[in-house]
T-cell receptor, first 115, second 114 residues
Framework: AQTVTQSQPEMSVQEAETVTLSCTYD???????LFWYKQPPSRQMILVIR??????QNATENRFSVNFQKAAKSFSLKISDSQLGDAAMYFC????????????FGKGTKLSVKP | ETGVTQTPRHLVMGMTNKKSLKCEQH?????MYWYKQSAKKPLELMFV???????ENNSVPSRFSPECPNSSHLFLHLHTLQPEDSALYLC?????????????FGSGTRLTVV
């Protein structure tokens, strides 16, 4: 069965510094995507970045990048130059279920940004 | 505007009430999803609709009844709920049925059952 584990319930970072959120997963699929979503207090889940498992190159979106280690089934999110607006819950997600793109998520990491 | 709109934003209902949650998207997506988000628990997938057909019912109690009349609208009909059903209910949509392009989520309905 597919699982997603986020081992850090809470993290804190100083504004302008860098923080890394960890995610490990398990899947029997050979071809899949991985996602990081952000949920600010407004409650809307916002897609931050996605990684295609067959691509060795780590995905990057502005200040957000991932460290994808397929063999280790690790998918961490690095936020550089942290901003106050980055404060939110962050969820790692993995699709499962054969032909249907059902996403399963980890329990989330609450990120606080200190001014 | 998120692209996926959920109404109402907040809902308080008694255990004997019947209410419905609404989700609407005009992104041209062909798959829609209901998730339940409870405190300190992972998001739980409840239902999946692909091309207006239900393709997943993730062991959800029958007091939750989904309806997808067309590819742009998704409802969750609620009746005789329990206090433990209080949660944030999130709707999402995706372009393909595999969801590999990622989901677009709504802002959720905060449901309180009293």
């Amino acid at each position: 069965a597919q699982t997603v584990t986020q081992s850090q319930p809470e993290m804190s970072v100083q504004e302008a510094e860098t923080v890394t959120l960890s995610c490990t997963y398990d899947t029997s699929e050979s071809d899949y995507y991985l996602f990081w979503y952000k949920q600010p207090p407004s409650r809307q889940m916002i897609l931050v970045i996605r990684q295609e498992a067959y691509k060795q190159q780590n995905a990057t979106e502005n200040r957000f990048s991932v460290n994808f280690q397929k063999a280790a089934k690790s998918f961490s999110l690095k936020i550089s130059d942290s901003q106050l607006g980055d404060a939110a819950m962050y969820f790692c997600g993995l699709p499962y279920g054969g032909s249907q793109g059902n996403l399963i998520f980890g329990k989330g990491t609450k990120l606080s940004v200190k001014p | 505007e998120t692209g996926v709109t959920q109404t109402p934003r907040h809902l308080v209902m008694g255990m004997t009430n019947k209410k419905s949650l609404k989700c609407e998207q005009h992104l041209g997506h062909n798959a829609m999803y209901w998730y339940k988000q409870s405190a300190k628990k992972p998001l739980e997938l409840m239902f999946v609709y692909s091309l207006e057909e239900r393709v997943e019912n993730n062991s959800v109690p029958s007091r939750f009844s989904p309806e997808c009349p067309n590819s742009s609208h998704l409802f969750l009909h609620l009746h005789t709920l329990q206090p433990e059903d209080s949660a944030l209910y999130l709707c999402a949509s995706s372009r393909g049925s595999r969801g590999w392009g990622g989901y677009t989520f709504g802002s959720g309905t905060r449901l309180t059952v009293v």
